[in-house]
């Protein structure tokens, strides 16, 4: 029940793979992805000194399989960057994510919701990843604004990460997975052992009434949309209206772009 | 100088004249010429047109010779001449176009009347000397470079101008003096840059050429001469026939014209050689740690500065130029003077002739910048045999040489290495990798894979040796600073970093926990991402990425190498240009004998348990091999051998080992042609067959991969290098004889017989033989005693056998050494090695980098070769006890040693220190070390260097974790 991850990465990429095709002709219609590592990836340690946190020196040292305290914080940071690159590459479908400036253990998200009971819905959330990384737990997804869902925590926001990844395994887990899996709850809706009950009940039991609570979280959340970020750093994500002034350019570019690819 | 004066007046005559009706001029002019013909008729005894001059020139119209015969013309009156000419140049030069393009009146009435050529007769009919030149040339130089209206397009202007040239560029019995040759290239200059402006003017010189007989390019034709001259001469010669060339970009007559019916590109390039032969044939190496010439270097070698300039002048050409020019160029420099000249000066008879040469070589390659250039000295290295051997082969076996050759051609290599060049790294290193034979066969699904967790960093750092730990011994200067680690992640934006002494830019690391940083580490991070995207970019025009599957394995194994060499990508980094010329000129053919004598070079011992033949293109030149070789070729080695240990420093005797090698190759060859020719394997000699028919080169290169006709190569090859070679008969008696000369030359050494020599297939080649015997006595004085016996070649030889190839088990045999290396050999060594490491494709980076990977037993990788140097170090530090205070000297010696050089060099030189150090020590000026390290106190430096090493490759194994699996950002 609790393994839709440990089973193995390839059913996952299938299973999004399937939602994928279901949902193209929306996907279509939404703008170009972004060069999203051009945007995305900050700039990697140029003279800059990691913006992590460190391990504390003792377990870094053991996990860096040496004796060097001083290297472990570059281990960390590299594995993240590497987490990091791998998302790029996966081209996740409406999920953007930036590292935050100050740690790199903590990434900024949002997930668009292109169909299905969530339509149209735009979730903020923040990824902690463990210091240990990634010999720890799982890394956590916390939305921004508790999205009405069974396995969403209702007043953390906090999604039930664990239940996928009972175990994190290095090498065979990754970041990618995780955010793969923030956005298929969506999709596909599971009751079993909610961190909101009463999502799961009424999903269970009275699908109009949870569609209409869900319809309304979409609204509450999208209504916090141009709202500060939560967080106060440089990279967070925030949004802000249309303004032809400037974004029309950008947008120009993208399609531009599509059309030239 | 003339020109200035001429400048003067005329800005004097501008200020009188303008405004002046032209009208009031034209009658002036006319009055000043029928002066002037007055006194030109005084003197101008037979008035019809005798149409014959003086150097043959048919001059149609306007006077005769003969002048001399009428005594001399008075000083005034040629002086009221040359006055009234003054006056008249300067009103023709000041008229302004007629209406609508036409001439005006003034320039009209000089047509009409021939006025130009009639003066130049005049100045014939005196006596013409280089004054009367000059006043001749200083006038054209005027009228050309002031006039207002277009002159040349006018044969009355332009038919004088080229008598006045063609009579100006002296013969080779009398050559003009200096000031006219500076004065004349400053007009064909001007002229030069008339043509470029104004193209229609070029089909006027063509065709007043053709007048004189010949289609001839006069102005081209008279700059020739100067290409190679120095001083500012030459350089104005030069920059006239740039324009030229880049006018024949564009034009094809020009084009046409030069490739074909001038000896330019055989004189740029036979000048090339002939200015070579003046150089230095050995340098006086100005410092121990001297490995390469640098600009302050060869600034004070005029005859290498001039040679550098006509280099550079290729250069230009072949970039300006039109693309039949280039070909023919780079075609005759090629044949002209790589093959010719620069090839034998690479094997000269003595190390310092050859090392001067190496450092040479690698100076041009510095220099050279255009692709096509470039293109053709690559491919003499890879592709040109001399003696047989490829010069890259030649080269990579002087790696392991002592004194100064090695050392230079560490730095050759390190520069060729840093051209990312696919095919030079194709034929140094990866095609050893492509068959992917190196490692586990199970291995090879993780070849690209990456390293998530920098396990592979973590592994390097971990070989750090104790004595050097930054916890133990903080680098001095560059302590490890604390930087201030969160613990939160939200929340404390509290930002700040405790040293400032570092990074200044950088505020924002978060307090919470602290942690001891080795910040001299994010400097390595910065270098090895700054390297890697270089590399990267640089590689994206390779024709494959070298990861395992592209190019596939299967078709790179030994069975099949000599196929895939042949179908290898062309040059293409960098150098875009076909390869028609070199194959035109230069034997292309590649695999045949694409590597004789690398087994020699592998010293590693793991290597000599491996019972196999490691190198398939040997065994085909060599044919069927023996397990074991006989009693008296061992013997014969074990003398030749111990003659050039004794000897290589005397020139005569040096010789004779060349002789001696000689001979031992064809015996070897002769050794295994006719008496074991049965214990061949069938594999190989289907390898053999099946190589043949395919092969579509030329038919004498192929047939060097057969047995007996190799005899005869070798022969043929060595008949124009050495006479006495050429001598030595074929056959039985070859054995006599040469135990003869072994005889005579053994009384003259006394050195014991010392070797390393492997594989009964080595002593192929006379040229790599001699210098892969020449190790660094270290590595000899391991197995005193199993000279040769340390190989049994066993029957397996037709299997594909793990070798990573002479050059990279060089590298490494040399690191190994590493404490025993001179500082700079370190430096060196290391910054090649961790050059290659920047390099992306994964073979390579997995080679070098995976610490995980599992190779065949007999590849020694470098993990292993520094874990052994971390041993040694340990040993060392165990047993020295002031060897951390001495590491700690060591440390401030060379950062001392970065800021001078830094400070003496400007920041650009960083090739010649380590590229990270460079920037460690940013921020600490002028350091004085407190106590010198003595330099042959090796192992203290290289333990430092060792440490840093290790920073090095973990950083650059880190960002090859994140950069090389990211599409490259446009």
Not at chain 2, 585 to 601: F, H, I, M, Q
Not at chain 2, 608 to 628: F, K, L, R
Request: glycine share 6%.
């Amino acid at each position: 029940m609790n393994t839709f991850w440990s089973m193995s990465s390839n059913v996952g990429l299938k299973r999004s793979d399937s939602e994928e095709q279901g949902g193209q002709g929306e996907q279509r219609a939404s703008p170009a992805r972004p060069p999203f590592g051009k945007k995305q990836l900050p700039s990697i340690p140029k003279n800059a000194v990691p913006i992590t946190k460190a391990a504390s020196p003792a377990t870094s040292a053991q996990s860096a399989n040496g004796t060097h305290a001083s290297y472990g914080p570059f281990y960390l940071e590299y594995s993240l960057l590497a987490e990091f690159t791998l998302v790029i590459k996966q081209k996740l479908p409406g999920i953007y994510v930036q590292p935050s400036y100050r740690s790199a253990l903590m990434w900024f998200g949002v997930i668009f919701i292109r169909h299905g009971l969530y339509q149209d819905g735009v979730f903020k959330f923040t990824v902690y990843i463990p210091d240990n990384y990634p010999d720890g737990d799982c890394p956590r997804v916390v939305f921004d604004t508790p999205v009405f869902h069974p396995l969403v925590d209702p007043d953390s926001g906090e999604l039930d990460v664990k239940r996928a990844f009972t175990k994190w395994r290095r090498n065979h887990n990754h970041i990618w997975q995780v955010l793969m899996y923030a956005r298929t709850i969506f999709y596909k809706i599971n009751t079993m052992d909610p961190l909101n009950p009463e999502a799961a009940v009424l999903y269970d039991r009275d699908i109009q009434l949870f569609k209409r609570k869900v319809i309304d979280s979409v609204k509450l959340c999208n209504s916090h949309l141009f709202d500060q970020p939560k967080m106060d750093d440089p990279y967070a994500i925030s949004f802000s209206p249309w303004n032809p002034a400037v974004h029309e350019e950008a947008k120009e570019k993208m399609f531009a772009h599509k059309v030239s690819v | 100088m003339a020109f200035m004066v001429a400048n003067g007046n005329q800005g004097g005559q501008t200020l009188v004249l303008r405004g002046v009706d032209p009208e009031t001029c034209m009658i002036v002019f006319k009055n000043h010429w029928a002066q002037v013909v007055k006194i030109l008729e005084k003197h101008d005894p037979v008035r019809s047109n005798v149409g014959i001059l003086g150097g043959g020139h048919g001059l149609g119209g306007g006077g005769g010779l003969g002048g001399l015969r009428f005594g001399k013309i008075p000083g005034d009156e040629a002086s009221a001449v040359q006055n009234y000419v003054e006056h008249m140049l300067f009103l023709l030069m000041e008229e302004e176009c007629g209406q609508s393009g036409a001439m005006g009146p003034i320039l009209e009435f000089v047509v009409m009347e021939n006025v130009l050529e009639r003066l130049f007769v005049w100045s014939l009919r005196r006596e013409f000397t280089d004054e009367m030149k000059l006043e001749q040339l200083k006038m054209y130089e005027m009228l050309i470079g002031q006039a207002r209206q277009p002159l040349l397009h006018h044969k009355p202007v332009l038919k004088p101008l080229m008598m006045l040239l063609s009579s100006c560029s002296g013969s080779p019995s009398r050559p003009s003096s200096g000031v006219v040759e500076a004065e004349l290239v400053l007009l064909l200059n001007q002229l030069c840059s008339v043509l470029t402006k104004d193209p229609s003017v070029l089909e006027l010189f063509f065709h007043t050429s053709e007048d004189q007989g010949a289609a001839n390019f006069l102005i081209f034709s008279l700059l020739i001469p100067f290409i190679h001259r120095e001083g500012s001469v030459g350089q104005q010669a030069r920059d006239a026939l740039l324009l030229i060339m880049a006018l024949s970009a564009e034009n094809h007559v020009v084009a046409k014209h030069i490739a074909e019916n001038t000896y330019f590109c055989p004189v740029l390039a036979t000048g090339l050689s002939g200015l070579y032969s003046s150089l230095p044939t050995k340098l006086d190496v100005p410092s121990e740690d001297w490995h390469c010439l640098h600009h302050e270097d060869w600034q004070q070698l005029p005859s290498l500065v001039q040679f550098l300039n006509s280099l550079e002048f290729c250069n230009a050409v072949i970039q300006v130029a039109h693309p039949s020019i280039r070909d023919q160029l780079v075609g005759y420099i090629h044949n002209g003077f790589l093959v010719p000249v620069l090839a034998p000066a690479l094997h000269k008879l003595t190390l310092e002739e050859v090392m001067t040469t190496t450092a040479y070589l690698d100076l041009f390659i510095r220099i050279v910048s255009e692709p096509a250039l470039l293109h053709t000295f690559l491919s003499f290295i890879l592709l040109h045999r001399h003696d047989n051997v490829h010069i890259l082969d030649t080269l990579v076996s002087r790696i392991n040489t002592p004194f100064q050759l090695g050392t230079v051609s560490l730095a050759l290599f390190r520069t060729l290495i840093g051209l990312y060049c696919e095919d030079v790294m194709l034929q140094l290193i990866l095609k050893y990798l492509i068959p992917c034979n190196h490692m586990m066969l199970s291995q090879r699904r993780v070849l690209r894979e990456r390293d998530c967790y920098s396990v592979s960093a973590a592994k390097f750092l971990a070989l750090t040796p104790s004595c050097c730990s930054p916890e133990i011994i903080p680098p001095p200067l560059r302590q490890l600073d604390s930087i201030l680690w969160s613990k939160g992640t939200d929340g404390s934006q509290t930002t700040t970093k405790e040293s400032e002494q570092v990074l200044p830019e950088d505020d924002d690391c978060v307090i919470g926990s602290e942690i001891y940083l080795d910040v001299s580490y994010l400097h390595y991070l910065s270098d090895a991402e700054n390297s890697i995207g270089n590399c990267m970019r640089a590689c994206r025009v390779w024709s494959a990425p070298y990861d395992g599957e592209n190019p596939p394995p299967e078709e790179y194994q030994p069975s099949t190498l000599e196929e895939a060499g042949r179908t290898r990508p062309q040059i293409t980094s960098k150098t875009t240009q076909t390869q028609n010329q070199v194959h035109q000129s230069g034997p292309p053919v590649r695999d045949l004998n694409a590597a004789p004598g690398l087994l020699e070079l592998e010293w590693d011992d793991s290597y000599d348990a491996c019972p196999t033949q490691p190198h398939p293109e040997e065994g085909q030149e060599a044919g069927p091999i023996p397990d074991e070789p006989p009693q008296h070729i061992q013997e014969m080695r074990r003398t030749a051998i111990m003659l050039v240990k004794g000897s290589y420093i005397e020139e005569a005797e040096f010789q004779n080992d060349v002789m001696v090698y000689d001979l031992v190759a064809q015996k070897d060859v002769q050794d295994s042609n006719n008496s074991y020719h049965a214990s061949s394997k069938p594999a190989e000699s289907e390898q053999l067959e099946s190589g043949e028919p395919t092969s579509n080169q030329n038919p004498t290169e192929s047939s060097m991969s057969n047995g007996p006709s190799m005899e005869d190569c070798k022969k043929k090859e060595g008949e124009p290098a050495q006479s006495d070679r050429s001598a030595i008969p074929e056959g039985e008696d070859l054995m006599a004889q040469y135990e003869d000369l072994i005889r005579s030359l053994a009384a003259q050494s006394s050195s014991p017989a010392n070797s390393e020599l492997k594989s009964p297939t080595e002593v192929m080649d006379d040229e790599v033989e001699f210098n892969s015997i020449l190790p660094e006595t270290p590595e000899l004085e391991r197995m005193p005693s199993s000279p040769f016996g340390t190989k049994p070649c066993s029957g397996s030889r037709g299997n594909a056998v793990p070798f990573t190839g002479p050059f990279v088990s060089v590298l490494l045999s040399r690191l190994e050494n590493m404490l025993n290396n001179t500082l700079h050999v370190n430096l060196l060594l290391t910054g090649i090695l961790a050059q290659l490491a920047a390099y992306p494709q994964p073979l390579l980076r997995s080679f070098l980098l995976n610490t995980n990977m599992v190779f065949q037993p007999s590849v020694r990788s470098l993990y292993q070769v520094l874990a052994s140097l971390k041993n040694q170090i340990e040993q060392l530090s165990a047993t020295r006890k002031d060897f951390p205070e001495l590491l700690t000297a060591a440390q401030h010696c060379l950062l001392a040693r970065e800021s001078s050089l830094r400070d003496s060099q400007g920041p650009k030189m960083g090739d010649r220190i380590h590229g990270p150090e460079a920037d460690k020590t940013k921020k600490n000026p002028a350091i004085q070390p407190k106590v010198i390290v003595p330099s042959n106190r090796t192992e203290v430096y290289a333990t430092v260097l060792f440490t840093e090493f290790l920073k090095e490759l973990a950083a650059i194994a880190q960002e090859h974790s994140i950069l090389s699996q990211l599409p490259m950002e446009e």
